[in-house]
């Protein structure tokens, strides 16, 4: 096993003979201004593929030749390539029907009694009487003592399964874990050999959760990079459910206990087709590095998003483009700044790698596309330090990061954070899902240990009560609104406290041989397990 990251004492001995002594020097007015650069109308909201996309990119390139780094792309290039596959249902195109132990065949209606997508590589989609099997969540989850498939082969099976996860503090109470997740489900049933996965939802045919869910069936879809290839995924209602034989709320009930296991609901057999138009969407993420001395083969990765959600003529108001500035024109030039910052220090031990991620709004896509065909292999990437959206505001005593508990960074970071007096809490809003929504996560769930802070709301001037109105007050105005501008008016002086505490987490770990680590509890040491010899 890996041994735990060096904090303390130790880790202020190793700075000092790595010769940091120069001084970081974040500079709030430096990151106003390049801020209000990127996050102009000129460059459009930043959408994928777009001239904004060009503008960006090329801003950051330019930035980068100046400063110094070196492409960090593939192949010495600073861009790396995304394909982005869309996926659209073609009209009338789904068909399914079941039968049961009496062999008699029972036609669906596609759409209203089960809906069907074929979001994988091809877009075809064509099972005939294929087994079903309930799986329950779905989950298998060895640091949890929890195993929903046991045995049971589901190869060329379909597998019926419970959206979410079960309640209680073995799923961490209130904040959700990975395995509430589609894909994660969906990744499970393909690596046990399933050929599609269908939700068994708990709603009647006549609920407003399922007609709208229905409703939003045929949308053009983009496939997650590195996504199961299953034939198809889809839903079934409970009404329609309850004509198969099925009780879902009876299932569901039996699947809350961790003694439950997969069975095969007996002589039933499923036969779903479908088709599904594909177009390609071209997009980049963009990375610069700054290569180790020492052990250039082990990377440090600072990563944000550039990319935010372009311009919407259907937008109420007469302002239709969404700046993003904060979100994240702000993170985007928090990592070029800590570029600027690293380089200006002695060149560390491992390699620093600075990506700008692409498509984080329509799904984390450029970090997942990274993920999938890492350019640095994920087994010897020691770390990613992810910025989405800087905090604005006077100074905090807390540094709040997205799943809290997860690995050790968050222990090296509160070392850090201890002596600015300040200290690190969790998000405070489990209801928010944030673990899961910026481009940290799929790094996460590629086993690399990885940590999102967030903004504090302990203000040194002012307390706790007032920088939560204010940024509950902020984040209800501005988020993912065109009026997420850029304003002289911004206090970046958080910002900057922030920036400098990664600024030192990250070099500390570049200028370290050690490894951090997954705690117990997470879902995510099981796959950093896997590749520990590359470690060692
Ligand atoms: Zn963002």
Request: hydrophobic share 40%.
């Amino acid at each position: 096993m890996p041994r735990r990251f060096v904090s303390g004492v130790a880790a202020a001995a190793l700075l000092f003979a790595a010769g940091a002594a120069a001084a970081q020097d974040f500079s709030a007015q430096r990151l106003s201004d390049e801020i209000r650069i990127i996050s102009a109308d000129d460059f459009q909201g930043r959408y994928p593929g777009t001239e904004g996309e060009k503008k960006t990119l090329d801003w950051l390139q330019a930035q980068y030749e100046a400063m110094g780094l070196e492409p960090g792309g593939p192949n010495g290039q600073w861009l790396q390539v995304i394909d982005l596959k869309r996926y659209t249902p073609v009209a009338d195109a789904a068909k399914a029907s079941w039968s049961g132990a009496d062999g008699q065949v029972h036609a669906l209606t596609a759409g209203t009694d089960i809906l069907l997508r074929a979001v994988s590589n091809d877009g075809q989609a064509a099972i005939a009487n294929a087994g079903v099997v309930f799986v329950g969540y779905g989950i298998t989850a060895p640091e949890r003592g929890w195993d929903d498939y046991g045995d049971l082969d589901v190869t060329g099976k379909i597998v019926l399964v419970l959206g979410g996860e079960p309640d209680g503090d073995l799923f961490n109470g209130p904040y959700a874990t990975t395995y509430q997740s589609g894909s994660y489900k969906a990744d499970e049933a393909k690596r046990r050999g399933a050929v599609g996965i269908i939700t068994a939802s708990r709603s009647l045919s006549t609920d407003m959760s399922w007609t709208r869910t229905a409703q939003s069936n045929s949308r053009t879809r983009t496939l997650t990079p590195g996504a199961a290839d299953l034939e198809f995924s889809g839903a079934i209602n409970a009404d329609v459910l309850k004509t198969m034989g099925v009780d879902v709320l009876e299932l569901a009930k039996r699947a809350e206990t961790g003694d439950f296991r997969a069975f095969v609901l007996p002589g039933m057999t499923l036969s779903v087709e479908t088709a599904e138009t594909t177009d390609t969407l071209r997009t980049h993420n963009l990375l610069a590095k700054i290569p180790g001395t020492k052990r250039p083969n082990e990377t440090i990765i600072y990563s944000a998003h550039w990319d935010h959600v372009g311009v919407n003529e259907h937008a109420a108001g007469d302002d239709k483009i969404f700046n993003g500035a904060w979100d994240n024109a702000s993170g985007t030039v928090g990592v070029l700044e800590m570029a600027r910052q690293l380089k200006a220090a002695p060149t560390p031990d491992r390699t620093i790698v600075f990506a700008h991620m692409a498509a984080e709004e329509m799904g984390l896509l450029g970090a997942y596309a990274y993920a999938a065909d890492p350019v640095y292999p994920l087994e010897t990437t020691v770390a990613d330090i992810n910025i989405d959206m800087l905090p604005l505001s006077g100074p905090t005593r807390d540094v709040p990061i997205f799943g809290k508990g997860q690995n050790s960074l968050e222990d090296d970071l509160q070392a850090l954070a201890e002596k600015e007096g300040r200290y690190v809490s969790d998000d405070g809003q489990p209801e928010q899902g944030f673990y899961y929504r910026s481009d940290h996560f799929p790094f996460a769930r590629a086993g690399v240990p990885a940590l999102m802070p967030w903004h504090g709301v302990d203000w040194v001037d002012g307390g706790r009560e007032a920088g939560l109105a204010a940024w509950k007050a902020k984040f209800g105005a501005d988020y993912h609104q065109p009026s997420d501008e850029w304003s002289a008016d911004w206090d970046l002086r958080s910002a900057v406290e922030n920036l400098t505490l990664l600024y030192r987490l990250g070099l500390q770990l570049a200028n370290s041989d050690e490894w951090p680590t997954w705690k117990p509890t997470s879902e995510f040491g099981q796959v950093r397990a896997t590749s520990d010899a590359a470690r060692r």
